[in-house]
């Protein structure tokens, strides 16, 4: 099952997301929907519902997860599968920065979420590479084993945004978009 737009605010509210975090999660939906209305116009197979659900929810358990080394994604993925959005879950798990280079996204859906997280910094949207490089003075610190992964996700994460970009018809300026 996919939660409704409502029901994905209601789960904002009732786990207690910051609103710095839900403000970033808005903007992450902003991006993910843009692209995907952009890929389906072009043919692409996509469901909105559920780009739309996983978008808005992908950091469910950020605020929760802050000190731990590996539970991000994890945690919410578990939230949504207990409350029976088990079609939302495998995307939210899956958006974190690493995840790439554990297995390859597969569907439009996982990559839109993924790569929509990859450009938008707090509520702001940015490029791929000053996403990374908050990410590496953020997260990089922590240990050299994080600055090494961070580092190898990179490149794979400008081969996502090179096919969606191509196959959308859209800049990486992202031309169009509505970022109010």
């Known amino acids: 099952m996919i939660p409704s737009k409502e ?10 997301v910051p ?6 999660t808005l903007q992450v939906n ?4 843009f692209l995907a209305k952009k890929l389906k116009e072009k043919g692409e197979e996509i469901d909105l519902r559920l780009v739309d659900a996983a978008s808005l929810l992908h950091d469910l358990d950020k605020h929760m997860t802050l000190n731990e080394d590996s539970g ?24 974190i920065t690493t995840a790439v280079l554990r297995s390859p996204l597969k569907t439009w859906e996982e990559k839109l979420v993924y790569y929509a997280d990859m450009r938008v910094k707090g509520n702001k949207i940015v490029t791929v590479e000053e996403r990374f490089e908050y990410l590496r003075e953020r997260y990089g610190k922590m240990s050299e084993k994080a600055m090494r992964e961070i580092n190898k996700a990179e490149p794979i994460v400008k ?11 859209v ?7 509505d970022i109010n």
């Open 19 to 24: 609103e710095n975090i839900a403000a970033h």
């Open 159 to 169: 081969e996502i945004e090179k096919e969606i970009l191509s196959k959308a018809g």
């Open 30 to 33: 902003r991006v993910a929907m």
């Open 72 to 95: 991000h994604g994890k945690k919410a993925a578990e939230i949504l599968e207990s409350l029976g959005f088990a079609e939302v879950a495998p995307i939210v798990r899956k958006h």
């Open 171 to 177: 800049s990486e300026k992202l031309e169009g978009i």
């Open 7 to 16: 029901k994905c605010f209601e789960l904002l509210k009732k786990y207690r």
